[in-house]
Nanobody, 129 residues
């Protein structure tokens, strides 16, 4: 069964950090661009960060630039999202998704259109004091 599983969410105080993981099973992520997306209550799902299959191309939403870092370890079939200096407005369910393809065009399109081949079930991140 092909699936993506997110982990690492939780409750954190403003200014704190969390690292989310997105692990794939049933397929290898080597040929997939991966994106992190989030959806807050009452809001549309939005792209947070995306990374190319090689890891050489990354894209960030303006709201998280300088605070979040996306990375991948293809040997572990896992992609990470390091989130620092968290703010209450970062509270949301965070999802990872995989899109088959290489290059900057795939990364750009993925983060903007939210169209992907596979989606995880999401992990809750709550930033509150």
């Amino acid at each position: 069964q092909l699936q993506l599983v997110e982990s690492g969410g939780g409750l954190v105080q403003p200014g704190g950090s969390l690292r989310l993981s997105c692990a794939a099973s049933g397929f290898t992520l080597d040929y997939y661009a991966i994106g992190w997306f989030r959806q807050a209550p009452g809001k549309e799902r939005e792209g947070v960060s995306c990374i190319s299959s090689s890891g050489g191309i990354t894209k960030y939403a303006d709201s998280v630039k300088g605070r979040f870092t996306i990375s991948r370890d293809n040997a572990k079939n896992t992609v990470y999202l390091q989130m620092n200096s968290l703010k209450p407005e970062d509270t949301a369910v965070y999802y990872c998704a995989a899109t088959n393809g290489r290059g900057s065009t795939v990364v750009q399109a993925m983060c903007v259109t939210l169209l992907s081949d596979y989606w995880g079930q999401g992990t809750q991140v709550t930033v509150s004091s």
